[in-house]
């Protein structure tokens, strides 16, 4: 059916915004005393009131299907005006979900931003605001309207005016708090987004609350199978630690990944009983495919490869670029333990895919770590450097140093805000394993970087230890001090070859007057097939070794002996090294501390 003629579409909508609210009531009033005289010759008598009810309940079923043709309608000239785009997907789909080819984009080469919405679409999508606009004034309490204006003032990005249709929203409280937190989510409000959502769902029936929060077709392997194993009642503990984890910074008020499901999940509720350019009828594929990748951010159309056809193909294209944020079963179980390997939002082909609206980039923080026992606390002091990095080059920087030791526990964040390119944060944190997550924002850009993994300070019962080994750039006369270190702290593992890198530890649980043998080694890690074959064919040169030892009397400051090394390492080819330094005490005890070191080319 082609679509219909603009100049009288136009015209019906300003015949109904001429009508004014005397003729309504006259009419209405007309209508119930015709209702009532009918039922009256039927022998039944009826009050006016009731009458006047079933009038009204007449109007607004009229009301709500005017609005629903008007959708249909602006579906259907927006399937037959989108862009084109040829080329799109290709013959072999990366994942079916149900009906529905899903290819990943996996690096190829791709438009740099959405084609521009054709005018017709536009004009198209506004005559139906109107339309909606005048449908919830006379129908405030169908949730149906409610949902499909705030769907269509987000698609116009008019977030604001989103937020005002959901807050006039009179349809059931918890369907209109849950508009409230999507037009919230899409404004970037994650705070005030994840407080709307509490109160949906607290709000909520049952048997919906359990369908919004479930999160199977986000979960694959032993975690997909321990969730579903479940009752809906018993799954809260499992979901509170997934999105506690999945959050992408730590650093930022609200929880996004988290209001960014429960958003999926508004916005499939909106989409399930009305049309989309998809011309087709909803299903949950449709609804998997909006949880695991989110609503569309456009879409285009190729011309149809059937012979006679006049429908177009037609592509969504999910937000981009977008970022795996959900935790595997080693980090879900113990992120105390995990390794930043567990933390990759770049991982290829995720179950689910996540496009933050502050970040267009997303990379791996440059920085180093190490944890200093004072008593039952413990120092953190972390340092980075992006002075190399193009993407954070002449802007402005806010960083953060976040530690949590589980999703119920307040975090400690150190924040530096308009840091400079290089910096050291230092937190106070108890002594137990925390989940640490270094973050830093170059707003304007939209770029990120981060560094999360688990941390474990030396047990304080332990008696004897060693801290974690400091890198810095030794000054002439080396620091003794931890604090006297800090300013020369490294941001890096990465040294050159020609420089000479200094190392500072501390020794706990030393007698006054113990002395100590130190062994410091450099060895090289992990040589593989390709530089040992390299080497047999004096190719490429073996990789040398450091190794130093003496005895000394460590001078103690309160509990601990900090001490300080400055390392040549000229000899050292490029490489990766494994740092350690064992200490050994009187009575045969002993401590030993380990870091792993790039050595670049000169």
Not at 330 to 354: H, I, L, M, V
């Amino acid at each position: 059916m082609p679509p219909p003629v603009e100049p009288q579409y136009a015209t019906r909508c300003g015949i109904q915004h001429r009508e004014s609210a005397t003729r309504r009531i006259i009419t209405q009033r007309r209508a119930a005393i015709a209702v009532a005289i009918f039922l009256a010759l039927a022998g039944q008598v009826v009050p006016e009131d009731q009458a006047r009810a079933a009038v009204q309940q007449r109007d607004s079923q009229h009301i709500v299907r005017s609005a629903r043709e008007a959708q249909a309608e602006f579906e259907s000239i927006r399937r037959h005006n989108l862009p084109t785009q040829f080329g799109e997907g290709g013959y072999d789909c990366d994942e079916h979900i149900g009906r529905f080819c899903f290819w990943y984009d996996d690096g190829a080469a791709s438009p740099g931003s959405p084609p521009p919405e054709p005018e017709r679409i536009g004009r198209a999508r506004d005559r139906l605001l109107a339309r909606l606009d005048t449908a919830a004034a006379a129908a405030p309490g169908d949730d149906w309207i409610a949902g499909q204006r705030v769907r269509y003032l987000l698609q116009s990005g008019r977030t604001a005016a989103a937020l005002a249709a959901a807050r006039a929203c009179g349809a059931a409280p918890w369907w209109c708090e849950a508009l409230a937190g999507l037009a919230q989510h899409v404004a970037g409000n994650y705070a005030a987004a994840d407080s709307a959502y509490r109160t949906a769902l607290r709000d909520m029936p049952r048997d919906e609350r359990c369908r919004w929060t479930d999160v199977s077709v986000l979960l694959d392997g032993e975690l997909a199978r321990r969730y579903r194993q479940l009752p809906c009642d018993k799954r809260g503990a499992f979901e509170e630690r997934l999105w506690w984890l999945a959050q992408p910074l730590y650093s930022l008020p609200g929880n996004d990944r988290r209001t960014e499901h429960l958003a999926r999940a508004t916005m499939a509720r909106i989409e399930q009983d009305a049309r989309s350019p998809f011309a087709m009828s909803w299903g949950d594929d449709m609804r998997e495919t909006m949880l695991r990748y989110g609503w569309p951010a456009y879409w285009t159309e190729q011309p149809s490869g059937s012979i006679g056809s006049v429908e177009p193909r037609v592509t969504s294209h999910e937000p981009e670029p977008a970022f795996h944020f959900l935790a595997g079963a080693r980090a879900f179980d113990d992120p105390a333990s995990s390794q930043g390997e567990n933390w990759t939002p770049a991982a290829p082909r995720p179950r689910e895919r996540y496009a933050p609206a502050y970040a267009t980039a997303f990379a791996p923080l440059v920085h180093q770590v190490a944890l200093f026992r004072r008593g039952d606390s413990c120092l953190v002091v972390a340092a980075y450097d992006v002075s190399e990095d193009t993407l954070f080059v002449g802007t402005a920087r806010d960083v953060a140093l976040v530690l949590a030791r589980d999703e119920r526990s307040v975090p400690v964040i150190e924040r530096r805000p308009a840091a400079g390119a290089s910096d050291v944060i230092v937190a106070k944190v108890d002594g137990g394993p925390q989940l640490l997550s270094l973050e830093l924002v170059a707003a304007a850009r939209r770029h990120v970087a981060r560094a999360r993994y688990g941390v474990r300070p030396h047990d304080a019962l332990a008696g004897f230890s060693v801290s974690d080994i400091l890198l810095f750039d030794p000054p002439d006369t080396l620091p003794t001090e931890l604090a006297a270190v800090l300013p020369y702290v490294r941001g890096s593992t990465v040294v050159r070859g020609s420089a000479r890198v200094g190392l500072f530890w501390e020794i706990a649980g030393l007698d006054s007057a113990e002395a100590t043998t130190t062994v410091v080694t450099v060895l090289p890690v992990g040589t593989g097939w390709l530089r040992r074959a390299a080497q047999s064919l004096h190719i490429a040169g073996r990789r040398a070794s450091v190794r130093l030892e003496w005895q000394e009397l460590p001078q103690l400051r309160g509990a601990v002996a900090g001490r300080p090394l400055a390392v040549d390492l000229s000899g050292l080819s490029p490489g990766r090294y494994r740092m350690e330094i064992a200490v050994h005490g009187a009575s045969g005890r002993q401590a030993v501390a380990t870091r792993e070191i790039e050595v670049a080319g000169r």
